[in-house]
């Protein structure tokens, strides 16, 4: 068992104003995210268009997350309290409603600068979304490393060593650290597959290719990490079985995955 002090989730306060880490992994995700993005794109994008594309970007992943968390995870709670749902600060975020949102948003900036492409919106959205696959995972880690110190999405009962008890918690059962696991997983490691993917495969040359290969990456590593995250309190599971909210929601985008990725390799 590894005890641990907890953090606290203000990481500093400015004027009286709190700065919270959950806040912070967000700027840091779209700030490196943003500079990969320019590396991947190179001359692909002048400024405007650019900076076109971020804001819309990070207006998919805020709106998509917090309306997935919203509608797939703790809807009654919502109905209750509608105001909370604009109380994004205090977490609950949902990885499946942001990637939903950067879909919308990128499909509708690729139709708004079909005039301006050689390509078509379907091409010109595959292919941006190809290069966010690339991107994405730095997200995933940050948001994941944020959720450990809120104490968040924590894992199942545990006698593992490696088991993690935050002290003075209610609850004092060692747990597996499962923001950790998918922090290594959806982030560290789809990271490097993908960057990889990308710089040593032709597959950026079918729009729609690499971004298939997310979704079932992901995906897989989702479905693997929830056997150790706890289900949500709210919700248990799906099944008698086992099956949780996040593994359905994850089995789905496989399925959409594959079914891209068959589309993408396809001669024309």
Not at 9 to 31: D, E, M, N, Q
Request: proline share 4%; aromatic share 16%; net charge positive.
């Amino acid at each position: 068992m590894i005890l641990i002090e907890p953090i606290s989730p203000v990481a500093f306060s400015i004027a009286g104003f709190a700065v919270r880490w959950y806040a912070l992994a967000y700027v840091a995700a779209f700030i490196a995210g943003g500079w990969l993005f320019k590396r991947l794109a190179g001359a692909a994008f002048s400024k405007k268009s650019f900076d076109d594309l971020f804001t819309a970007l990070v207006l998919g992943v805020i709106i998509g997350g917090r309306l997935g968390y919203v509608l797939f995870y703790n809807l009654p709670f919502f109905m209750k309290y509608p105001l909370e749902v604009f109380a994004i600060w205090n977490g609950g975020m949902s990885f499946h409603g942001g990637l939903l949102g950067v879909i919308v948003a990128v499909f509708l900036f690729a139709w708004r600068n079909k005039k301006q492409q050689r390509s078509t919106t379907f091409q010109n959205a595959f292919s941006i979304l190809d290069m966010l696959a690339v991107v994405a995972p730095i997200g995933l880690f940050f948001g994941r490393i944020a959720n450990f110190i809120n104490m968040e999405v924590m894992g199942r009962e545990t006698a593992r060593p490696w088991g993690i008890v935050f002290a003075g918690a209610d609850d004092m059962t060692p747990r597996h650290p499962s923001p950790l696991y998918e922090a290594a997983l959806e982030g560290l490691a789809l990271f490097v597959i993908m960057l990889c993917l990308w710089r040593w495969t032709k597959l950026k040359e079918k729009p729609g290719a690499l971004g298939g290969i997310f979704g079932m990456l992901y995906a897989i590593f989702r479905i693997f990490a929830e056997q150790f995250r706890a289900p949500d309190a709210q919700i248990g599971f799906l099944t008698s079985w086992g099956l949780t909210m996040g593994q359905l929601l994850s089995a789905v985008m496989f399925i959409a995955g594959a079914a891209v990725f068959a589309v993408a390799m396809r001669k024309k």
